[in-house]
């Protein structure tokens, strides 16, 4: 059973229309975050949420996380083409001490220029 | 800085053979881990680190060691490779203090036959 659903599992839009990827699970999270990877490269992170309901901002990327902390979506606006990449979330769950980050399965974006 | 590094970029080894996975940080970062990704799977934990001397298992362990000897250092060994071994491999590091931001080497393309 996969803790953190990621969906769509791919998506192929044109630039410069807008968009939105979902992290999604039953579980409670202390902290979530956004990871994109690029062909042949490691995940590179691109924000850490860790209050419900906050939404953080970087350029025309909008992260938000639940507000039962359960959930988390990443809205792209006006797509470009280097914003092309494999997106994961990962989280740790609330009250798991030593709980390691679980990584979802990955929605694999490319943007069409 | 040059981070978190991984040697080498490519392997193949037939099943059966030995290898070790080289993976260093000079980040002074406490945390270090190896994960495995493959097709539609995400991200999985191996092996883990919180210090040097101290190492444990992720949620999937078998047919991998490690060992830790110093802060900079995280080898990953197969010791005996199989086919469903065949994967790419991400080392990680992490300051234990914080959000858990992990960062990640380029990984290692591991094909055995």
């Known amino acids: 059973t996969q803790l953190l659903e990621q969906s769509p599992q791919f998506l192929s839009i044109q630039e410069g229309e807008n968009l939105t990827v979902y992290c999604n699970s039953s579980?409670?999270?202390?902290?979530l975050q956004w990871y994109r990877q690029e062909p042949g490269e490691g995940p590179v992170l691109l924000v850490t949420?860790?209050?419900?309901?906050e939404v953080k901002k970087l350029k025309r990327l909008t992260f938000q996380f639940g507000d039962a902390r359960k959930d988390s979506s990443l809205h792209i606006t006006a797509a470009q083409p280097g914003d092309t990449g494999l997106y994961l979330c990962?989280?740790?769950?609330?009250?798991?001490?030593?709980?390691?980050?679980?990584f979802g399965t990955g929605t694999r974006l490319t943007i069409i220029p | 800085n040059a981070g978190v590094t991984q040697t080498p970029k490519f392997q193949v080894l037939k099943t059966g053979q030995s290898m070790t996975l080289q993976c260093a940080q000079d980040?002074?970062?406490?945390?270090m881990s190896w994960y495995r990704q493959d097709p539609g799977m995400g991200l999985r934990l191996i092996h883990y680190?919180?210090?040097?001397?101290?190492?444990d298992q992720g949620e999937v362990p078998n047919g991998y060691n490690v060992s830790r000897s110093t802060t900079e250092d995280f080898p990953l060994r197969l010791l005996s490779a199989a086919p469903s071994q065949t994967s790419v491999y991400f080392c990680?590091?992490?300051?234990?203090?914080?959000?858990?931001?992990?960062?990640f080497g380029p990984g290692t393309r591991l094909t055995v036959t």
């Open positions: 990680a590091s992490t300051p234990l203090a914080g959000l858990y931001e992990q960062y």
């Open positions: 579980s409670v999270f202390s902290s």
């Open positions: 680190s919180v210090g040097a001397g101290i190492t």
């Open positions: 980040m002074n970062h406490e945390y």
């Open positions: 990962a989280a740790k769950r609330a009250n798991f001490g030593n709980e390691k980050l679980t």
């Open positions: 949420v860790v209050t419900g309901g």
